[in-house]
């Protein structure tokens, strides 16, 4: 067992995960990671595609949603003692050169000694190479960075972004009952973990554009939708970390 766990949540991603398994799959990967793949109630052949490879799986017999599925990797990484995990979406988009270098930046210390709890892979640092996206999801991206530096104090350049890498001490908490968002866990996970004293970093970062399939954010409805529903969970979010620090005073 190595002290790296991958987490790839995947939903219908049959005409991708191939691809991105025998990326993955490789000496220089597998030599400090081990991967887990959560089929979050695939209809296809996802699952029979990933029992080809050498890898974990869980099973999801119902559709349970991306954050569901990352929290059951956070639970896996915590009962089987992994000290990082690096979570990657199944559609391809992330690059699997990215993995070393967040694996690196989880174990580099700062200036004053310190490692970071969670490093996010961000396509607007200089350096990152990604693709084009809409207007409106570029708007709503500025927006959710701009209520972040309000609440936080913190820049950070894409509080969207799938691609992390967490200490055992953030997948740890995450795995807990009521720590994590089932549904959208984005700037609101990031801005909990902040508030609570957990150290957040972004660093480049090489992202494709989705070769197949659709997006859970596909379309100007959900995408509007999206940006309503997050901004109340942020707002619970920030009312449930201040109660929960004036608790501890």
């Not at 174990?107 to 396509?123: A, F, H, L, Q, W």
């Not at 996970?189 to 609570?196: A, D, P, R, S, T």
Request: charged share 20%; aromatic share 12%; hydrophobic share 40%.
């Amino acid at each position: 067992m190595n002290e790296v766990l991958i987490i790839i949540p995947a939903f219908n991603e049959e005409k991708n995960i191939v691809k991105l398994f025998e990326k993955l799959c490789v000496p220089k990967i597998r030599s400090f990671a081990d991967i887990l793949v959560i089929n979050d109630g695939s209809s296809d052949s996802t699952e029979n595609i990933a029992r080809s490879y050498d890898v974990s799986i869980i099973t999801h017999v119902f559709n349970l949603g991306y954050g569901s599925a990352l929290q059951v990797g956070y639970k896996y990484a915590v009962r089987n003692n992994y000290n990082y995990v690096i979570q990657l979406d199944a559609d391809g988009q992330h690059s699997v050169d990215n993995i070393a270098h967040i694996y690196k930046c989880l174990t580099s210390k700062d200036e004053n000694g310190n490692t970071p709890d969670i490093v996010i892979g961000s396509r607007f640092l200089k350096g990152s190479k990604a693709y084009k996206i809409s207007p409106i999801k570029r708007v709503s991206i500025a927006y959710f960075s701009w209520l972040i530096k309000l609440i936080t104090g913190e820049v950070i350049t894409d509080p969207t972004s799938g691609l992390q890498g967490l200490s055992r001490r953030a997948f740890k908490y995450y795995s807990e009952f009521g720590n994590f968002d089932y549904f959208y866990p984005d700037a609101n996970m990031i801005i909990q973990m902040i508030l609570l004293g957990f150290r957040v970093k972004e660093t480049t970062s090489i992202m494709y554009e989705r070769k197949n399939g659709v997006s859970m954010h596909k379309g100007i409805l959900k995408q509007l939708s999206y940006m309503m529903i997050m901004p109340l969970s942020i707002w619970t979010i920030v009312v449930r970390v201040k109660k929960k620090m004036q608790k501890s005073i």
